[in-house]
């Protein structure tokens, strides 16, 4: 079965307590992004990548790290969490190069006190 | 601003009836796509639409685009309470076709 795996799912940390929210897909798709959801804000792209040891910056970079040492996991880093990146956090992964269809991972909440 | 914006935030209907929701976009496309997220769920794709298509139909979902306008539609028929849920639009830009941006979102609430 086709899936896009994030760990954790629900996370309360504190300000400046370094975290990674891991992301797994077993797809074989070469590019991968980290959205944020907040309301009335929509989803904002974090970072992309397209493929291993490729990212980019998107939208709302600031904060984060990422890296892609190998095709299949995308993890997300905060190094020094702050409470405005408390938010719901959404793993994507797609397949061709030019913005296709996208398989999105079942979310992970965190709040950062 | 958002690059795509939908219309209207929210929507109540009773099941059966159809629901129409509306995105409008600013930049050029090259495709525009239409997500479904049940609450606090990931986003789950419904149809992708593409620059040279007008209109297209996946079962009770028709959408449409009208480039000259920068707008879209999701029609869904006869609906039902299963389709309540969050719908978002989302647009493959042509000058970047790495890039996706959605939509704020439509809330759809189906009465039984």
């Known amino acids: 079965e086709a899936q896009v795996t994030q760990n954790p799912r629900y996370l309360i940390t504190v300000t400046g307590k370094k975290l990674t929210v891991t992301c797994s897909q077993n797809m074989n798709h070469e590019y991968m992004s980290w959205y944020r959801q907040d309301p009335g804000l929509g989803l904002r792209q974090i970072y992309y990548s397209m493929n291993v040891e490729v990212t980019d910056k998107g939208d709302v970079p600031e904060g984060y790290k990422v890296s892609r040492k190998e095709k299949r996991n995308f993890p997300l880093i905060l190094e020094s969490p702050s409470p405005n990146q408390t938010s719901l956090y959404f793993c994507?992964?797609?397949?061709?190069?030019?913005?296709?269809?996208?398989?999105f991972g079942e979310g992970s909440r965190l709040t950062v006190l | 601003s958002q690059q795509g914006e939908e219309d209207p935030q929210a929507l109540s209907i009773q099941e059966g009836e159809n629901a129409t929701m509306n995105c409008s976009y600013k930049t050029s496309i090259n495709n525009l796509q239409w997500y479904r997220q049940n609450s606090g769920r990931g986003l789950v794709h419904l149809i992708l639409?593409?620059?040279?298509?007008r209109e297209k139909h996946s079962g009770r979902l028709r959408v449409t685009l009208d480039t000259s306008k920068k707008s879209s539609s999701l029609l869904i028929t006869a609906s039902r309470a299963a389709d309540t849920a969050s719908y978002f639009c989302?647009?493959?830009?042509?000058?970047?076709?790495?890039?996706?941006?959605f939509g704020t979102g439509t809330r759809l609430q189906v009465f039984p």
């Open positions: 994507a992964t797609r397949e061709a190069r030019n913005t296709g269809e996208l398989f």
């Open positions: 639409i593409r620059s040279n298509e």
């Open positions: 989302a647009t493959g830009l042509s000058y970047n076709t790495d890039k996706l941006i």
